[in-house]
């Protein structure tokens, strides 16, 4: 469709193509095929691994836009009912599987128990159902193969100490039988070191964290391969540009979560992957610098 109406709106037959297939024979094809400049992927990590290997045979230039773990630190000066609303978009828009998904909430330690209380409290409002119904907020998880791994991650998340406060297990009443549905989980007593807590899930599985000091959980938020987003709740501005410059990510959201912009570039560090989508930076991805030199003598 998107084809068609490129071709209505009088693109040029070849400018915009459409090849269809899976990645082990289209995508490998695309990426190392020496014809081909530029290639601009968003997936997993591993799949971006595989396709810088391959095009590195003809060194083409690559945009990756991978996954991520992504903490979302929340000081106790916040405001407290913005931090905890966006902190459920953050973490279980589209069931969790978002790349840049706040799946890590830090929470200074003397509001963490209150302030995980909130939020799984607004989880727990969320309608569950058909993706197709407007009433819906969460629809179900992509395929079984995804909510076995989801649920793979809750089991061991509880077998190593976490306690989920909402959700924690597969809907398969009335309505979810047929369907791949997971609801919103919070888990609180979780640590850095969990499965659940180092590893993309993909799935709507939230992890609180409580934390004492900036330095600490500047630490604590960096450790990871990953380095997509983060979110930063406080009052004080002076706070916000610290932590802004000093977390390893390629956007850092004060007060907000995941804005989008146009204008603004957006990409990832680390496992992340790199090159940056948006703003101009995103056009210069796909040119190449050429100089000419002329004698007029």
């Given at each position: ?67 991520g773990k992504s903490p979302n630190i929340v000081f106790a000066d916040a405001d407290l009912d913005a931090a ?214």
């Amino acid at each position: 469709m998107l084809a068609r109406l490129a071709e209505e709106a009088g693109v040029p037959p070849g400018v915009f193509n459409v090849v269809t297939g899976f990645g082990a024979e289209a995508g490998a094809a695309l990426a190392a095929h020496p014809g081909i400049d530029k290639l601009a992927f968003t997936g997993s990590d591993t799949t971006g691994r595989a396709i810088a290997a391959a095009a590195g045979s003809n060194l083409k230039k690559l945009s990756l836009e991978l996954g991520g773990k992504s903490p979302n630190i929340v000081f106790a000066d916040a405001d407290l009912d913005a931090a905890a609303r966006t902190a459920v978009i953050a973490a279980f828009a589209n069931s969790g599987q978002v790349c840049s998904a706040g799946t890590r909430l830090f929470v200074e330690q003397s509001v963490h128990r209150e302030f995980a209380g909130r939020v799984a409290h607004i989880a727990q409002t969320l309608r569950i159902g058909d993706g197709m119904d407007p009433e819906t907020d969460l629809g179900p998880l992509v395929s079984a193969r995804q909510l076995a791994r989801v649920c793979g991650h809750m089991d061991d998340a509880r077998a190593a100490g976490a306690t989920a406060i909402s959700g924690g297990a597969r809907l398969d009443g009335a309505g979810y039988g047929q369907g791949f549905f997971f609801p919103p989980t919070v888990l609180v007593d979780a640590r850095d070191d969990m499965r659940a807590v180092r590893e993309e899930i993909f799935g709507p599985i939230l992890a609180t964290l409580p934390f004492t000091t900036e330095d600490e959980v500047v630490t604590r938020a960096n450790a990871t391969p990953f380095g997509l987003g983060a979110g930063v709740w406080t009052r004080d501005v002076g706070r916000a540009h610290r932590l802004g410059r000093r977390l390893r990510a390629g956007s850092v959201w004060v007060n907000c979560y995941n804005a989008i912009d146009p204008a603004m570039p957006s990409g990832g560090m680390k496992a992340s992957g790199y090159g940056r989508e948006y703003g101009r930076a995103h056009l210069d991805e796909h040119l190449e610098t050429k100089s000419l030199w002329i004698s007029s003598r």
